[in-house]
């Protein structure tokens, strides 16, 4: 066997690639077929809640934590390229490093003292996080209060500017490719593992060499960077921000895209804000009753697969398919011609039928 | 110089003593079994070593150095890997990432190399995958690297906590209970190994209940009651020792270790 190459990935990652380009290809063509801006905007809305899974996929689905707060990180980004780009006319790109860093700073002032508190305790500091962020943007007149920043330049690559939806859909589909990516990558990475085993077990992570609490804060790190990027996008595709877009509702539907999905499955996550995002809109000629019933809706996902819809493990396409394949196969065998003995000479030697 | 040297180690918990005053050296690539019955601090004695439990009192060095009250991973950091009385696999990770987690600090990839996957990370990763899948051939489960080590029977759990030991290349290998539970096949195979690790000079701490096994792989036995040191020394020495026969058949006759004898 070429145990060398041997890679214990779970399915959804090795039938990866394949089903990657199509779902890539798919979305590409999204703009083309839309017939409107509607459509357009709400895909990207499903775009900009897939960027913000991924990164809370590191904290919830790798490392096991709970963040009830993570669009505050969305916030700093945003806030940070918005302010730049208004009040010192800074090109969007190079506000990047800036919010990044801001982020990062974030991440680090929330997680270093309160990493070593277990899961509930943590839940209920992040969710402070995130009322902060958005109070402290909210009462600054310097972030505008609550109008907020308006007028945000667009983004520009070079000579080329993004003014268009359809543009900035793209800008955002190539955020989802590059963090998907980043994200399968690091899960087969030293780095994945050691967040995965604390998630497991982190007593026992303990054991192997992990320091905890440094990885957990690593994977706030993580996820800050892919909340903070989106955010800083997030601002020249609306033009102008506002408190409201990074309150707890927002956080909330991150966290529900990741666990929908299936806590710490990539696939899952970009499924999950696929699902918040789209069921609210396509029912929305039902005014209020969708929300009651897309709270249903994830009620029964929840009591029918607790794992996600598509967990870590993959759908279980292959394991289900196994009773189907031995059953053919098992007819098969019954209905061949019987092989003449000149066809068994070529067989296999060493008779395994002598010990049954 | 001995490989771990316990001195007046004491454990309590508030009055109980799980540990009272155990003096012990463990020789340099022995096979040092410990015995006694349930409760009488053996898993306590491992959880001090590693550094999961603080001790009240006293001092384990780790050749020649103090390692008492250290934190868990320093502990591995030193070269010392552990399993664990009831099993404690990463459930939800294959049984080949498993082994790969207990590579975790032969691994160089930092942060950038993670996220970056440049071709040298990458081609040690690979290397690193089929080292690990040597480790599970070695323990005997050489077919499961897919499988998710949640969905493994229990013993092949038990032996995957080896390999995952083992991956680490650890100086002092401690085993709590390796054999209990599972079946005499996989007991012999498991023997095999640990007697296989041992020859390969790892040091070997091993509880066992299975006093048949343990005179037969052990070079060194210590038995362990309500938290004191009995008696320590070669099998027949400690097998003959009067307080270790008082001990195990003075209170239940038919439940000693050689209650046949
Ligand atoms: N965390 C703990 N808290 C309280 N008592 C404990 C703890 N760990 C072990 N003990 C007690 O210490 C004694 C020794 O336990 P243990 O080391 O697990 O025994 P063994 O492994 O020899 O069966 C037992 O009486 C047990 O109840
Ligand atoms: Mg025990």
């Known amino acids: ?356 | 110089m001995p490989a771990l040297s316990v001195v007046d180690l004491t454990l309590s918990f508030g009055g109980l003593n799980a540990l009272g005053e155990v003096n012990l050296e463990v020789p340099d690539r022995s096979l040092f079994a410990v015995i006694g019955p349930n409760g009488a601090g053996k898993t306590s004695f491992f959880n001090c070593v590693t550094g999961y439990y603080r001790p009240t009192r006293g001092s384990v060095r780790l050749d020649g150095r103090e390692i008492s009250g250290l934190p868990v991973d320093e502990v591995a950091r030193l070269g010392v890997r552990r399993t664990f009385q009831n099993v404690r696999v990463f459930p939800k990770l294959s049984a080949l990432e498993n082994v790969l987690a207990g590579a975790h600090l032969r691994t160089s990839a930092n942060l950038a190399t993670s996220v970056l996957g440049t071709p040298r990370a990458r081609r040690h990763e690979r290397e690193l995958a089929a080292e690990a899948q040597r480790w599970l051939e070695y323990v005997g489960l050489a077919g499961k690297a897919r499988v998710l080590a949640g969905d493994l029977p229990y013993g092949m759990r038990k032996r995957l906590e080896v390999a995952r030991a083992l991956i680490a290349k650890p100086s002092v290998l401690l085993l709590d209970e390796p054999a209990a539970g599972v079946s005499s096949v996989e007991r012999d195979e498991l023997a095999d190994v640990v007697g296989k690790t041992w020859r390969e000079g790892v040091t070997v701490v091993m509880i066992e209940h299975d006093v048949e096994l343990v005179m037969r792989l052990a070079s060194t036995v210590a038995v362990l009651d309500h938290g004191r040191l009995l008696a320590v020394g070669a099998p027949e020495t400690v097998r003959n020792d009067p307080r270790v026969i008082e001990a195990y058949l003075g209170r239940r006759r038919s439940q000693g270790p050689w209650s046949q004898a």
Not at chain 1, 95 to 112: E, K, R, Y
């Open chain 1, 1 to 356: 066997m070429a145990s060398g190459s041997e890679f214990a990935g779970p399915v959804s990652q090795r039938s990866g690639p394949a089903v990657a380009l199509a779902v890539i290809a798919l979305g590409a063509l999204v703009p083309v077929f839309a017939g409107s801006t509607y459509v357009v905007s709400v895909a990207m809305q499903v775009e900009i809640l897939m960027c913000l899974a991924l990164g809370l996929n590191f904290v919830v689905g790798y490392a096991g934590m709970l963040d009830l707060g993570f669009a505050a990180f969305f916030a700093i980004g945003a806030y940070t390229t918005g302010l730049l780009s208004v009040d010192l006319h800074w090109p969007v790109l190079t506000t990047l490093p800036v919010a990044l860093l801001a982020a990062l700073a974030g991440a680090v002032f929330i997680g270093a003292p309160t990493l070593r508190l277990r899961s509930d305790y943590l839940a209920v500091v992040t969710l402070g996080f995130g009322e902060i962020i958005q109070n402290l943007v909210n009462n600054l007149s310097q972030t505008g209060g609550p109008e907020g920043i308006y007028g945000i330049p667009a983004l520009s690559i070079g000579r080329f500017s993004v003014t268009s939806t359809a543009g900035y859909y793209y800008v955002f589909l190539v955020l989802v490719v590059l963090f998907a990516a980043i994200s399968l990558r690091v899960r087969r990475s030293r780095l994945g593992r050691a967040w995965l085993a604390i998630r497991e077990d982190e007593d026992t992570a303990q054991a192997m060499g992990i320091k905890v609490r440094r990885y957990k804060l690593y994977a706030y790190m993580a996820g800050s960077v892919f909340g903070s990027l989106t955010g800083s996008f997030y601002a020249p595709a609306f033009i102008a921000i506002a408190p409201p877009s990074f309150g707890f509702s927002e956080s909330l539907l991150v966290v529900m895209a990741v666990s929908i999905g299936g806590m710490g499955s990539v696939w899952g996550a970009l499924l999950g804000a696929g699902v918040v995002i789209a069921f609210p809109e396509i029912f929305r000629q039902f005014a209020q009753a969708r929300l009651l019933v897309f709270g249903i809706v994830l009620v029964v996902i929840m009591v029918l697969r607790p794992q996600g819809v598509w967990p870590e493990g993959g759908l279980g396409l292959a394991r289900r398919a196994r009773p189907v394949w031995a059953w053919a196969r098992g007819m098969w065998v019954r209905t061949r011609p019987e092989k003449t003995p000149e066809a068994r000479l070529g067989g296999p030697v060493g008779a395994p039928e002598e010990s049954k």
